[in-house]
């Protein structure tokens, strides 16, 4: 029995990736047709460079943001703040490296420390204060831009290091640094919540958060545990992000990263009802936002489109995963 419900799990899961994979593949094929060079690949020093690798690369923030998020919304929960996070992660790294010289190592992990204890903030507020998690959110998401300029005096600063300059534009095995801490990042989601009895505690909680309480389910805990971890994945793609321009920027660091990293795992299928979620959907869904990103900008919409275009796009790909819409869509076709 035990076999059955995992094949018929299995089965789900892959039917709920049908349609970002297909969003994806077109957008993919669109820019393979019509886009001179996309697919084109070459290789400098033993690196990959290409537009898809530009793709994976540009969108690792929402990638390992949106790993975070899922959780947080297979709980019924939403993160507002990581925005703000991404920003103080910046301003954190860029004073250590300047002002303190502090090393890589120790810049690090006191900044992932206090991304960790932001996102553990937002979950104390939430699970032990009681505060709805779109309230609870907002605050450090109001808050947080501010202790950014606060930690940067309000000006850009500036880092000139290699090793901190590695984060965004270094090369493991020929790919870019980034995109291989999402595969490390994405592995180790994936094992923690398939593995352990965390993935089973946040879906039974988000489904069913009163039986969940009844059954013995920390509910509590488990929600501490994914704002956290959302802080954690959002102080990371700070950390890249600051590292991709060489500077930190309070203002402008993780702007509508919250919205971008919602909507990748909105169209990766994951319902904002809470319950079920899919890691690789969110994925997909991040790489949906980026690709759509590429391809506004190299086809030459003009600027004051760019988020029309990209709405509705981001419209008909979630109608397409609504079988209500499918339903009456094919049920008027019938009929006409």
Known sequence: MPEVHSLARLKEGLRGLLWPALALGLLLGFNAAFTPGFCHFEIHDGHLYGSLIDV?????PVMLVGLGMTLVIATRGVDLSVGAVTAIAGSVAATLLT??????????AATLALSLALGAWNGLLVAGAGIQPIVATLIL???????AQLLSAG????????????LAGGFVLGLPFPAVLVAVTALLTAVLVRWTAIGLSIEAGGGNEIASRYAGVPVARTKLFVYAFCGLCAGIAGLIKAADIKAADANNAGLYLELDAILAVVLGGTSLDGGRFTLVGSLLGALIIQTLNTTILTRGVHVEYTLIVKALVVLAVCLLQSERFRATLTRRTVEG
């Open 155 to 166: 000006q850009i600063i500036t880092v000139e290091d290699p090793g901190f300059t590695f």
């Open 141 to 147: 998401m109001v808050a947080g831009r501010g202790i």
């Open 56 to 60: 994976l690369k540009q969108g690792s």
């Open 99 to 108: 002002q303190h010289h502090s090393g890589l190592l120790p810049m690090i």
